[in-house]
């Protein structure tokens, strides 16, 4: 069901355009599924039932209305708009492009994926960004109602906006990954799911569009990361520091499978930011030791990635990674130039205590770990924060 269920909807959102219609007509198919099967036997070609008694519940729908030819008129016309991504069409992929609508922002655009792709509840994605059912379910159907009033159709994108909206889309699975690796707020440091959920969607992007760089570059990103989540956490679930971990407790069939998509990716010619920042995970994931690391290939990547990207927090990034290949106030001087862009952002003061503690200076350290943590709406991190503080306060 959870496989069939976006399939299912793609067909019909392509048939029909009306994506709160389509969605509770998928719902009636797999209610009426869970009910006759059981009972009367599971059909053969599982996802055809399916489609068809989606398609036949929407077909009444539009036959009870007044507006019905009009309807159908614009249905044709729209199915015969809509371009295929690959030689047999994808259902699942098309509804990321469709979920990733340029009237949504970012985080409606996820809320809307999990939804219809993922085929999470509402009670399940309102969970992971903790917030009430009621309000997720608000900002869902708020977004559906945005693609409503937009003049850009809930379809997939024509040639010329192709390449704009599988930026999108990558963009949104990055989010949701990110989300998962390393929750916002809340009392977890991770959830699980999100970020599983990412991997395979990313796989079903890789798979429609092998010869895309950056496809191949989110991947091996999130590979490459997730391979470390094992060791990111102690027995008591809290945060473990990248340079602290157990590294024989890394994934390394992940990492190696990272490495691989990274490697054909760069071979490409076109780099761009998510290979960028796989290269980085790649470079602290080729290291056996902590002492190993080649921060002078990671000062590299991010100099790399500031060209490309720019923003305050690649900037920072690459100060930490400064300081670590030429010493704490190498680091230290380029965080003034962060002051005002990041002014107030648990980040800056969490790297500057970080350097400050390399340099020596264990009472400004302390006092900017305190107020990192004062800033950060994560518990774990919080507690990781106030932890340092304590251990410097110590010594």
């Known amino acids: 069901m959870r496989d069939a269920a976006p399939r299912v909807l793609g067909v019909l959102l392509r048939r029909f355009g009306d994506f709160a219609a389509a969605e509770d007509a998928v719902q009636e198919a797999l ?42 008129h614009a249905l044709v016309a729209r199915e015969a708009s809509v371009p295929a991504l690959v030689g047999d069409r994808d259902d699942t992929l098309e509804l990321m492009f469709m979920c990733c609508h340029p009237a949504l922002s970012d985080t409606s655009a996820i809320a809307l994926t999990l939804r ?18 009621a309000t997720m379910a608000q900002r869902i159907s708020r977004a559906k109602r945005s693609i409503e009033r937009s003049a850009v159709p809930f ?55 092998p010869e895309d760089p950056e496809v191949a570059g989110l991947l091996a990103l999130m ?32 990492i190696d499978e990272g490495l691989a998509l990274l490697a054909a990716a760069l071979g490409r010619g076109a780099v761009g930011e998510y290979q960028v920042q796989a290269a980085i995970a790649a470079a602290h994931d080729r290291a056996a030791r902590v002492e190993d690391t080649d921060w002078r290939e990671i000062v590299g990547w991010y100099g790399l990635l500031e060209q490309i990207t720019g923003g305050p927090l690649v900037a920072l990034n690459r100060a930490v990674a400064v300081g670590m290949a030429d010493g704490p106030a ?60 304590a251990r410097l306060g110590q010594t």
């Open 31 to 72: 209610l009426a599924a869970a009910v006759q099967w059981p009972a009367q036997g599971t059909p053969e070609n599982q996802l055809g039932w399916l489609i068809h008694v989606a398609s036949r519940r929407m077909t009444d729908q539009l036959r009870s209305e007044s507006s019905r030819r009009e309807r159908e």
């Open 116 to 133: 219809a792709v993922a085929g999470l509840s509402t009670v399940e994605i309102a969970s992971a960004f903790l917030v009430p059912e």
């Open 155 to 209: 379809a997939m994108p024509c040639a010329r906006e192709f390449d704009e909206r599988l930026r999108a889309v990558l963009r949104v699975l990055y989010l949701i990954f990110n989300e998962g690796y390393l929750t916002s707020e809340g009392a977890e440091l991770v959830r699980v799911e999100l970020s599983a959920e990412a991997i395979r969607l990313a796989r079903i992007l890789r798979a429609a569009l």
């Open 223 to 254: 590979l490459l990361s997730e391979a470390r989540r094992a060791a990111r956490t102690d027995s008591r679930g809290e945060l473990v520091a990248l340079e602290r971990q157990d590294r024989t407790r890394w994934d390394r069939g992940a």
């Open 330 to 389: 190498a680091g230290l001087a380029l965080l003034e130039a962060l002051e005002q862009p990041l002014a107030g952002h648990h980040r800056r003061y969490a790297v500057r205590a970080h350097l400050l503690e390399m340099a020596g200076e264990r009472e400004a350290a302390i006092v900017d770990y305190c107020a990192a943590a004062s800033r950060t709406a994560s518990l774990p991190e919080q507690r990781y924060l106030l932890g340092r503080a």
